[in-house]
């Protein structure tokens, strides 16, 4: 069964951190492009960063951008999200997604979602105090 799963989710109060990451079952991610998704109650998806199948570039959304860092390590077929110096306003539920071929490029320049192939079932970070 193909399929993304997240860890690491929480609570944690802010100007904490957490690491997230996105493990894949079924198939390697080599060729795919990973993406980090958020979507807070009654708001709508956010893209908030993406990494290049290779590792060599990444992008992130104006509001996580110098708090959030992106890798991957591909022996372990696995994507993480460090998040540090989180906010209250980061409070949402985290997915992460996986895109595949000529989708790469548009779905990492964008941070599109309806570019991916695979999305994970997400895990909710709480930020609260």
């Known amino acids: 069964q193909l399929q993304l799963v997240e860890s690491g989710g929480g609570l944690v109060q802010p100007g904490g951190s957490l690491r997230l990451s996105c493990a894949a079952s079924?198939?390697?991610?080599?060729?795919?492009?990973i993406g980090w998704f958020r979507q807070a109650p009654g708001k709508e998806r956010e893209g908030i960063s993406c990494?290049?199948?290779?590792?060599?570039?990444?992008n992130y959304a104006d509001s996580v951008k110098g708090r959030f860092t992106i890798s991957r390590d591909n022996a372990k077929n696995t994507v993480y999200l460090q998040m540090n110096s989180l906010k209250p306003e980061d409070t949402a539920v985290y997915y992460c997604a996986a895109s595949s071929g000529l989708f790469r490029y548009s779905f990492c320049t964008v941070l599109g979602g309806s570019f991916a192939k695979y999305w994970g079932q997400g895990t909710q970070v709480t930020v609260s105090s």
């Open positions: 990494i290049s199948s290779s590792g060599g570039s990444a």
């Open positions: 079924g198939f390697t991610l080599d060729d795919y492009a």
